[in-house]
């Protein structure tokens, strides 16, 4: 039987990052849950499950996160899968978004893991194995569809969006 794999999960607090994590336990893998400050306090029952947990914010300084991957590390000798979940869709029209708004949303769904990379594969690469998932929203491409339906169509004849 092959060894169990180890995960490193961000956002693991609430939706897919929470499925995720009981699932691959389920299969008897072994996963760090991780969740920001305000929200850590909610995987008590991933903790039950039997994962691990770490508190972790994705926009941390990187010298912060390569500080985590290496406590990370030496919980299970590794991490064979880094999950980039924790993200944010903010609802706003662009000319309503400010760019501060903007900037924090980039900063959680992009550059955070970005940096998740930056630290983690320092300790794949010599195992020469390890796998990165990004997870995302489809809510991105539906404001280009939009954007794309607003250039071509008179106001009048764009879809009603659900509320």
Avoid at 67 to 73: D, E, P
Avoid at 79 to 103: I, K, S
């Amino acid at each position: 039987m092959p060894e169990p794999l180890v995960w490193l999960i961000t956002g693991t607090s609430s939706g897919l990052g929470r499925l995720l994590t009981l699932e691959a336990l389920l299969r008897g893998d072994k996963v760090i849950a991780t969740a920001r400050t305000r929200s850590v306090c909610k995987l008590d029952e991933l903790k039950k499950a039997g994962a691990a947990i770490l508190e972790l914010e994705v926009t941390a300084p990187l010298e912060e996160l390569h500080a985590l991957a290496k406590k990370a590390v030496a919980i299970y000798g590794r991490v064979d899968v880094l999950v980039n979940n924790a993200g944010y869709f903010h609802v706003a029209a662009l000319e309503e978004a400010t760019p501060q708004e903007t900037m924090e949303q980039f900063n959680t769904n992009i550059f955070g893991g970005l940096n998740m990379c930056r630290a983690f594969l320092p300790y794949m690469r010599p195992r020469r194995t390890g796998t990165v998932v990004w997870l995302g929203s489809i809510g991105g491409w539906m404001c280009v569809l939009l954007i794309v339906r607003v250039l071509d169509f008179p106001a009048d004849s764009l879809p009603q969006l659900p509320s």
